[in-house]
């Protein structure tokens, strides 16, 4: 009899090893190619948070513009050619002028690329804004650069540069 039960629990386990062993075989491994995949859906919701950032600005909501920001030690911004800001410095910056804007006249990114790399995503645009501060008009052409980052709170920036953008004579 014990050797009947020694049987049927060896019979038993084999059953249970090589059934767990074809399931492992059947496990498709994808590889992720950071560099050269596309990461479409990744792209789309980096697109809508572009929107909402401009959706933020032609509605004057400067809270909701800094919130697409993720303010910390390792956030960083160039402009212009001066020296690096951090968040703080950013956010001052920002809170100050687009607080005084009166009226946006014109609000364009143009020649936009998103870049996801995963969790990581490069957006370049070239800027066309025209932003009435009381009676003065601003007009903003830049070459932009913005680097989000996939947080539980969705895509936040965590670096910004902007530079003059030359237009070529045709």
């Not at 059934?19 to 697109?47: G, M, R, S, T, Y």
């Not at 645009?125 to 980052?149: I, K, R, T, Y």
Request: with cysteine; proline share 1%.
């Amino acid at each position: 009899m014990k050797t009947k039960m020694i049987v049927a629990l060896i019979m038993v386990f084999s059953i249970v090893i090589t059934a767990c062993k074809q399931k492992e075989e059947e496990v498709e491994v994808v590889k992720i190619d950071l560099l050269n995949d596309e990461f479409p859906e990744a792209q789309q919701a980096v697109k809508m948070t572009i929107d909402s950032i401009s959706q933020s600005v032609l509605d004057g909501d400067i809270d909701k513009l800094i919130s697409f920001h993720a303010y910390n030690e390792k956030f960083t911004e160039f402009k212009n050619g001066e020296v690096r800001n951090n968040g703080a410095e950013n956010e001052e910056f920002e809170r100050n002028t687009f607080g005084s804007v009166t009226e946006v006249l014109k609000f364009d990114m143009n020649d936009m690329k998103i870049a996801v790399f995963g969790d990581v995503a490069n957006v370049t645009l070239h800027s066309d804004f025209h932003l009435q501060f009381g009676e003065d008009l601003a007009v903003v052409n830049e070459q932009m650069s913005l680097l989000f980052l996939k947080t539980k709170n969705g895509w936040r920036i965590v670096h910004e540069h902007h530079s003059p953008l030359v237009k070529m004579e045709e």
